[in-house]
């Protein structure tokens, strides 16, 4: 991370004295998204050092919509972040006597004041901060097999909620596609630390730290 703020400087610095390219192009009030989209299936089967089949499947979107005002050589704005993901981890004995599912969702959002240097015609650098919250439900499902084919389970459902500050660094590119529009590529780190939501609005103990590493594609408009 340091590496990464140290380049982000570096190349910003060097972008304010050299990239006096046309940027006019990317001026007045400005919105669009960018969106991200993964799907993802393992299976893993018993062997040395495991005595369980697994079978991993999940799916992640990610819509970041924003509305900015660029005046050279910065675009300044909000963004609003909606992430939906889910997943379903199956673990079975390798002699098929006992399963255990393991369901996962989540639904969090976050609001982001964002501040972006337009530089070399189509490029940028963007560094962003606010408040996000997030909810995660978890289902878990223990069956055990017993003579006769008869079968005994345990079943435990939980819900948290997390509340906290996030921020993130990143660069990307708007190419023209005419009319104002552009395309939009885009990589981020996004660094999210979220503290339990208890009664009345206060904030417990901390319940956890992400870090992601994104890459995320959408499409801009600006309206001179």
């Given at each position: 991370m340091k590496r990464m703020l140290a380049a982000v400087a570096v190349f910003t610095a060097m972008a304010a004295t050299t990239a006096e390219a046309r940027r006019g192009e990317r001026t007045g009030f400005n919105f669009g998204t960018t969106?991200?989209?993964?799907?993802?299936?393992?299976?893993?089967?018993?062997?040395?050092?495991?005595?369980?089949?697994?079978?991993?499947?999940?799916?992640?979107?990610?819509?970041?919509?924003?509305?900015?005002?660029?005046?050279?050589?910065?675009?300044?704005?909000?963004?609003?972040?909606?992430?939906?993901?889910?997943?379903?981890?199956?673990?079975?004995?390798?002699?098929?006597?006992?399963?255990t599912t393991r369901k996962t969702s989540v639904d969090g959002k976050g609001f982001n004041l964002f501040a972006r240097f337009n530089f070399g015609k189509v490029f940028f650098f963007e560094a962003a901060g606010g408040l996000y919250d997030e909810k995660m439900k978890v289902d878990i499902e223990t069956k055990t097999t017993t003579e006769g084919d008869a079968f005994v389970g345990e079943h435990d459902a939980y819900e948290v909620r997390g509340v906290g500050p996030g921020y993130n660094l990143g660069a990307g590119m708007e190419l023209s596609m005419g009319g104002g529009f552009y395309f939009t590529s885009a990589y981020q780190v996004r660094i999210v630390q979220l503290r339990d939501r208890e009664g009345g609005g206060e904030l417990g103990r901390k319940r956890s730290q992400t870090q992601k590493r994104e890459v995320l594609f959408g499409i801009a408009h600006y309206a001179k």
């Open positions: 969106v991200r989209v993964l799907d993802n299936e393992e299976r893993t089967h018993a062997g040395e050092g495991s005595d369980k089949n697994t079978h991993l499947t999940s799916n992640s979107t990610q819509v970041n919509p924003y509305i900015g005002y660029a005046f050279e050589p910065f675009n300044l704005g909000l963004s609003f972040t909606a992430e939906s993901r889910s997943s379903e981890l199956k673990e079975a004995d390798a002699d098929g006597m006992t399963t």
